[in-house]
């Protein structure tokens, strides 16, 4: 149990577009979702946290209007990365929990490159 | 925000050997848990492991919350044991969870 499923695992854009990125609990329901962004050979940075039927809480140094968060349902939050330039290229990865004294699941990470 | 710091940052072993990680950080937590990161990116749930000892066959952890540090043990270490290994924490204050800067462990044949 307690699957995290996220799409797609790679996707190359051009500069200046957006593109989305999908976060599915797949067995349980969650209210609360986490993106994180890893840049090579560094530690994952947390980005934001995505709550379901309200705004994002975003990490300092994160543009928000960059980095848009919708967390529409219980089972499902998407990442958009709007106006996509090279120097956002990197891993996003999110993440949720199933129960309280349960540890965090995470989903598969995409690789993002932005030519 | 809390602060997570691991070490060391890089260690090289030879198969069957046997390794140390830790894991400090600055702040009370209720949650924490170490992550083997393959070369693919997918991250590993190892242990989950707010306090105490726990095994799972080569792997140990042991987690003393009341002085901020966490271990984790690898015994007779195996070339699949390479990769970067994680801690992440989960302050008692709030709901983030965060990542330690992590170890890269290399086991050479």
């Known amino acids: 149990g307690a699957v995290v499923s996220q799409h797609p695992s790679r996707v190359i854009c051009k500069s200046g577009t957006s593109v989305k990125i999908e976060c599915r609990s797949l067995d349980f329901q969650a209210t609360t979702m986490f993106w994180y962004r890893q840049f090579p050979k560094q530690s994952l940075m947390l980005m934001a946290t995505?709550?379901?039927?309200?705004?994002?809480?975003?990490e300092q140094g994160v543009e928000k209007d960059k980095f848009l968060i919708n967390h529409a349902s219980l089972t499902l939050s998407t990442l958009t990365v709007t106006s996509a330039h090279p120097e956002d290229s990197s891993f996003y990865i999110c993440s949720a929990r199933a129960f309280e004294h349960y540890g965090y699941t995470f989903g598969s990470g995409t690789r993002l490159t932005v030519v | 925000g809390i602060q997570v710091e691991q070490s060391p940052p890089d260690l090289i072993l030879q198969e069957g050997a046997n390794s140390t990680l830790r894991c400090n950080f600055s702040d009370s937590v209720n949650n924490l848990q170490w992550f083997h990161q393959n070369p693919w990116g997918q991250l590993i749930n190892l242990f989950y492991i707010p306090s105490g000892t726990k095994q799972n066959g080569r792997l140990s952890a042991t987690t003393v919350a009341t002085e901020r540090y966490s271990l984790l043990y690898i015994s007779s270490s195996q070339t699949t044991d390479s990769g970067v290994y994680f801690c992440?924490?989960?302050?008692?204050?709030?709901?983030?969870?965060?990542f330690g800067t992590g170890t890269s462990l290399t086991v050479i044949p």
């Open positions: 992440a924490v989960e302050e008692d204050t709030g709901n983030q969870f965060y």
């Open positions: 995505s709550n379901e039927g309200s705004k994002a809480t975003y």
